[in-house]
C-alpha cells in the first residue's frame, strides 16, 4: 500500500513568492532524483494563504529517505520560513 498524505499550511502573505518559488524547486527535485515518489504536489487552497501538498511514496521509508535528501535539506528552510504556524498531515487509504 502506498504511503500519501496531504500537509496543509498558511503561510505569511509577504512571503508567497518565495514560498512559490521554494514549492517549484522542491517538485522539480523529487520528480528528477527520488523514483520511490509516486506523487508530488503543491496546490494553493482557496482559503486565503492557504497551500497543500499531496505526496505518495511506495511506502513509509522512502518518504523518511526524501526528507533525508540534500534537495530536501537545501530546499525545506527557504519554505518553512513562509509557514504562519505549522503545517497538518491527513493521511490518505486506499478504500480497499
Not at 10 to 36: M, Y
Amino acid at each position: 500500500m502506498a504511503y500519501t498524505f496531504i500537509a496543509r499550511m498558511k503561510i505569511f502573505p509577504e512571503k508567497e513568492d518565495q514560498f512559490i518559488t521554494a514549492c517549484e524547486k522542491l517538485e522539480k527535485a523529487v520528480e528528477e532524483n527520488e523514483k520511490g515518489c509516486l506523487y508530488y504536489k503543491f496546490y494553493k487552497l482557496r482559503e486565503e494563504n492557504a497551500y497543500a501538498v499531496i505526496e505518495s511514496f511506495e511506502n513509509e521509508a522512502m518518504d523518511e529517505e526524501h526528507q533525508q535528501t540534500q534537495h530536501f535539506k537545501d530546499i525545506v528552510p527557504d519554505l518553512l520560513e513562509c509557514l504562519d504556524g505549522t503545517y497538518i498531515r491527513e493521511f490518505l487509504d486506499p478504500l480497499k
